[in-house]
């Protein structure tokens, strides 16, 4: 079954230190999501992502978050400058944009800011 | 400001009883509606999706959609211990494309 895969799976990093996580949607899908939850808190949205540009993001994706699709697989995330409160476990996601728009998960990037 | 409520739980239900997730949510024109099982340290994983009004069922899983309401729910029939988890009701909000979480209730199910 078609999964979304998630590199790596867990990344200690200094303060403000840059980190790239990355993602590989499944491969017929269209739309492509960065989510966060810190831990023991609610799955929160951070972006989404739709024909090579970000078509929504949230007020947590600030100038820290960028979001690229360097190649026709690869969907990364970001942090310029990461902060202690960065600390999260952050999950890609993608859909393919047909009613319903099920959105299926990666297993995630546990991010460890130090 | 959209929301997507749920009681937090935990909520203690006997092996083989029927276990009710409720969620409610705020904007009237969402359109589509997802019920995540997460157990912890993991990714949510699909269980189900609901878009019409009514009842839709796939093995122990049934969900139930009142838009009227602004309500969905899920019933696992047969409560199995490893149906404990915290389920996660997601909501696709109107002229978005993206899915709105609940916090999500904590199900524990009873040896």
């Known amino acids: 079954e078609p999964e979304v895969t998630q590199t790596p799976s867990h990344q200690v990093t200094q303060m403000g230190q840059e980190v790239i996580l990355r993602c590989v949607p499944i491969s017929n899908h269209l739309y492509f999501y960065w989510y966060r939850q810190i831990l023991g808190q609610k799955v929160e949205f951070l972006v989404s992502?739709?024909?090579?540009?970000?078509?929504?993001k949230s007020e947590i994706f600030d100038d820290q978050f960028s979001v690229e699709r360097p190649d026709g697989s690869n969907f990364t995330l970001k942090i310029r400058s990461t902060k202690l409160e960065d600390s999260a476990m952050y999950f890609c996601a993608s859909s393919t944009g047909l009613p319903g728009n099920t959105i299926y998960f990666g297993e995630g990037s546990w991010l460890t800011v130090v | 400001q959209k929301e997507v409520e749920q009681n937090s739980g935990p909520l203690s239900v006997p092996e083989g009883a029927i276990a009710s997730l409720n969620c409610t949510y705020s904007d009237r024109g969402s359109q589509s509606f997802f019920w995540y099982r997460q157990y912890s340290g993991k990714s949510p994983e699909l269980i189900m999706f609901i878009y019409s009004n009514g009842d839709k069922e796939d093995g122990r899983f049934t969900a139930q959609l009142n838009k009227a309401s602004q309500y969905v729910s899920l019933l696992i029939r047969d409560s199995q211990p490893s149906d404990s988890a915290t389920y996660l009701c997601?909501?696709?909000?109107?002229?978005?494309?993206?899915?709105?979480f609940g916090k999500g209730t904590r199900l524990h199910i009873l040896p």
């Open positions: 997601a909501v696709l909000m109107n002229r978005d494309d993206k899915i709105i």
């Open positions: 992502f739709y024909n090579n540009e970000i078509s929504e």
